[in-house]
């Protein structure tokens, strides 16, 4: 074999001894990507461990998976979600669930993510506790504040005294003023206060900034 043939296989042998060299002095060359999998995939389980936390009988116990799901924050957004929806979750796991999700959504300093704020319209609207009902229709008025009113009036009719308590309360604190709406008035009296609250909100609530 000529010098000339022999060159590419000198190279290509010098790379290979390079790049060993760098192997067994540095260890095994990882990408970004494979580097961050193994912290993704622990929390994932760890997650997984707490909210089955969440179902402790103890209160502490439970409190403190809460609180450290909170500091996990985002990535505890949607495992939260699956636990709240889930109709084999018990009204209490549902209860603490969403207080965990409510302190991760109050904490990010960006706008969190739009299912978020659908899951807090819909709990609003539609779950059968009361206090998670009142729980995510104030914590609109924390995450949407004056773009919240369209749930919040809705809210106002509202089965619970507390929610609409809470709920018009919200509504005085973001736009000073209550339009005669008393919690505990009769239906009918709640009903012409609603009204006045739908027509102002259309006619000029939600113009303003």
Same mark, same amino acid.
């Given at each position: 074999?000529?010098?000339? &043939?022999?060159?590419p296989v000198?190279? =290509? %042998?010098?790379y290979?001894?390079?790049?060993?060299?760098? *192997?067994?002095?540095?260890?095994?060359v990882?990408?970004?990507?494979?580097?961050?999998?193994?912290m993704?995939t622990? +929390?994932? +389980?760890? $997650?997984? /461990?707490?909210?089955?936390?969440?179902? &402790?009988?103890?209160? $502490?116990?439970? /409190?403190?998976?809460? %609180?450290?799901? *909170?500091?996990?924050?985002?990535?505890? $957004?949607?495992?939260?979600?699956?636990?709240?929806?889930?109709?084999? @979750?018990s009204a209490?796991?549902? !209860? #603490?669930?969403?207080?965990?999700?409510?302190e991760i959504?109050?904490?990010?300093?960006?706008? *969190?993510?739009? &299912?978020?704020? #659908?899951?807090?319209?819909?709990?609003?609207?539609?779950?059968?506790?009361?206090?998670?009902?009142?729980?995510?229709? +104030?914590g609109?008025? =924390?995450?949407?504040?004056?773009?919240?009113a369209?749930?919040?009036?809705?809210?106002? @009719?509202?089965?619970?005294?507390?929610?609409?308590?809470?709920?018009?309360?919200?509504?005085?604190?973001?736009?000073? #003023?209550?339009?005669?709406?008393?919690?505990?008035?009769?239906?009918? %009296? #709640?009903?012409?206060?609603?009204?006045? !609250?739908?027509? !102002?909100?259309?006619?000029?609530? @939600?113009? /303003?900034?």
């Amino acid at each position: 074999m000529d010098k000339e &043939s022999l060159m590419p296989v000198l190279c =290509r %042998d010098l790379y290979v001894g390079a790049f060993l060299a760098l *192997v067994l002095l540095y260890g095994p060359v990882v990408s970004h990507a494979d580097q961050e999998r193994p912290m993704e995939t622990h +929390t994932a +389980t760890r $997650i997984r /461990q707490l909210l089955k936390e969440l179902e &402790s009988p103890g209160d $502490i116990e439970a /409190q403190q998976a809460m %609180d450290e799901l *909170v500091k996990i924050g985002r990535p505890a $957004i949607e495992p939260l979600l699956e636990k709240i929806f889930d109709p084999k @979750s018990s009204a209490k796991i549902q !209860w #603490r669930a969403f207080l965990a999700l409510g302190e991760i959504a109050a904490r990010q300093p960006a706008p *969190v993510e739009d &299912s978020v704020e #659908r899951a807090f319209i819909r709990m609003a609207r539609e779950h059968p506790n009361f206090e998670i009902r009142l729980l995510a229709a +104030t914590g609109l008025a =924390r995450l949407q504040g004056r773009h919240a009113a369209p749930i919040l009036i809705e809210a106002l @009719s509202d089965p619970s005294e507390e929610v609409r308590r809470d709920v018009i309360h919200a509504l005085k604190k973001l736009f000073n #003023r209550d339009f005669g709406f008393r919690a505990d008035a009769p239906e009918k %009296d #709640r009903q012409k206060a609603i009204m006045k !609250w739908k027509n !102002w909100w259309d006619a000029e609530g @939600s113009k /303003q900034k």
